[in-house]
């Protein structure tokens, strides 16, 4: 009797685990075509662009060619081992222009499976340096590099690992030493599947300060991107499989976070991008997790894709606390599969995939 209440108990538990995850994994297998304006692919990019970063004069780094089978090589398509990562680069002002290959260091030529992206400027020297999550055989680093205009090179400022990087997916730049980042699991192999399904919460938010790393947000699961505010105040942090967007409150110098609110996407939200010049959140969406799922086991499989966007209406120090969603972007998969990031410049929008293409926007009134 005591067994059968056990396993009672046990298949409860996991049907509504199944149930709660499904709601994020949504249901529509159709994909919605929507433009804001005229929408193109940006060549040559054919293997991803899964994060965007971009400079004060709109010049955007596309990480590319992240090789998802170092994570569970029996579940996605076993054309992800033959990607090889790649840096782009995008001139929103000169946007008839094809995206450039950036040269790598020699450190990375041939060990670079990038993630996450993010960027700093020296306001002084015009320096401009990347920070990008890759997964490296050996295990998760953050690479920091310096972009060299001239050549259209990076060199290796700094390779930074830690016992605390167990399954690394964004990173955001400090200063040119100090950095947040996300592990969206503990395991980065078959096993990660286990973490949502048994409700595991060993997930966490890491702040390294140039010597030491810490985790600043503990037990939680999900954590995916992570971007800063405007005023430096707030850090906006997505949650795919809950499909909402959280936002801390953050003190600087600690760099401790504090949940200050929380916003219902209605889809499962990717990457986040904030917008200097607005405030607005733009975010590389997935309406169905479930056809995402099927594209990364066969990457011809098409997923739709959606971007969506916040507008803040609240007062300056608390600018979300009314907002509107909006969403100018959509996609059946044939454009863009899996759209997994959105960057917005002077009404031109680009949007990233996990696995596919780019696409480049005229956003029109």
């Known amino acids: ?47 991803g662009s899964e994060d965007i970063a971009v400079t004060s004069n709109g010049l955007a780094f596309i990480s590319s060619g992240m090789q998802l089978s ?4 029996s579940a996605v398509d076993a054309r992800f081992s033959q990607f090889v990562g790649r840096i782009y680069v995008f001139d929103f002002q000169n ?8 040269s ?37 680093f953050v690479e920091i590099l310096s972009y060299q205009p001239e050549s259209r090179s990076l060199s290796m400022v700094r390779s930074v690992t830690h016992e605390l990087f167990t399954s690394l997916n964004d990173v955001l730049a400090i200063d040119r030493n100090s950095f947040l980042v996300s ?3 503990y395991f980065r192999s078959c096993w990660r599947i286990l973490e949502p399904l048994l409700g595991l919460r060993w997930c966490n938010f890491i702040y390294f300060d140039g010597t030491v790393g810490q985790s600043i947000i503990e037990n939680g699961h999900d954590f995916n991107s992570v971007a800063l505010s405007r005023n430096g105040k707030q850090v906006y942090l997505t949650r795919p499989s809950e499909m909402k967007l959280e936002i801390y409150n953050r003190s600087k110098g600690t760099e401790t976070l504090k949940l200050h609110q929380s916003i219902n996407v209605g889809m499962a939200v ?24 099927k594209h990364l086991s066969d990457i011809d499989l098409r997923a739709p894709s959606q971007v969506i966007r916040i507008q803040p209406l609240g ?42 293409k780019v696409a480049y926007c005229e956003v029109q009134s």
């Open 95 to 102: 946007s008839k222009q094809d995206a450039v290959e950036v």
């Open 270 to 293: 990717d990457n986040v991008f904030s917008d200097q010049s607005t405030g607005d959140l733009w975010l590389g969406s997935h309406p169905s997790l479930a056809l995402l799922t």
């Open 315 to 356: 007062p300056q120090n608390d600018p979300f606390n009314t907002y509107k969603l909006f969403s100018p972007f959509g996609d059946d998969g044939e454009l863009v599969s899996g759209s997994s990031s959105a960057v917005h410049f002077k009404d031109k929008l680009l949007i990233g995939t996990v696995a596919h």
């Open 104 to 140: 790598l260091p020699k450190e990375l030529q041939y060990n670079f499976s990038p993630h996450g992206i993010d960027l700093l400027e020296d306001s002084e020297t015009g320096e401009i340096l990347l920070f990008v999550v890759n997964h490296r055989k050996i295990g998760e």
């Open 70 to 73: 170092d994570m569970c090589s």
């Open 183 to 185: 592990n969206d699991a």
């Open 1 to 47: 009797m005591f067994l059968k209440t056990v396993a009672f108990i046990l298949l409860a538990f996991l049907v509504q685990r199944a149930w709660k995850l499904s709601l994020g994994f949504g249901t529509s297998d159709v994909g919605y075509i929507n433009r804001p304006g005229p929408c193109r692919n940006v060549a040559p990019i054919e293997t």
